[in-house]
C-alpha cells in the first residue's frame, strides 16, 4: 500500500509530507505567551511519574514510555521555536 502511495506521488511530482497538517504544533509556535497544551502536558507527565513511583510494573514501564515521548516531543518545539526566534531576528 505504502508502495502504491509513493508510486502515485512520484508520478504526479507530489511529496507525500505535503497533505500533513499539525494543528496544534502550529497553534503552540506562533504563540508568544504560554500555551495551554503545554500546561496540559506538564499535567500529564507529573501523573506519568506518579504511576512510574507507584503504579505496577506494566504501568510503570508504559509511563516511562509515554514520558520520553513526551520529553522528545518538548525538544522538538524547543528547537522548533528556537529556529523560529531566529528567523524572526533575522528579519
Known amino acids: 500500500m505504502k508502495e502504491a502511495a509513493k508510486a502515485q506521488n512520484a508520478a504526479t511530482g507530489k511529496d507525500d509530507i505535503g497533505w500533513r497538517h499539525f494543528p496544534q504544533f502550529e497553534k503552540t509556535l506562533s504563540s508568544v505567551e504560554g500555551d495551554p497544551l503545554l500546561q496540559k502536558v506538564e499535567k500529564t507527565c507529573r501523573q506519568l511519574d506518579g504511576l512510574i513511583k507507584s503504579g505496577s510494573d506494566a504501568d510503570k514501564m508504559r509511563a516511562q514510555s509515554a514520558l520520553t515521548a ?18 524572526a531576528q533575522q528579519k
Not at 520529553?71 to 528567523?87: A, F, I, K, N, W
Request: hydrophobic residues 30%.
Open 70 to 87: 513526551y520529553g522528545r516531543s518538548l525538544d522538538l518545539l524547543r528547537q522548533l521555536t528556537e529556529m523560529r526566534d531566529r528567523q
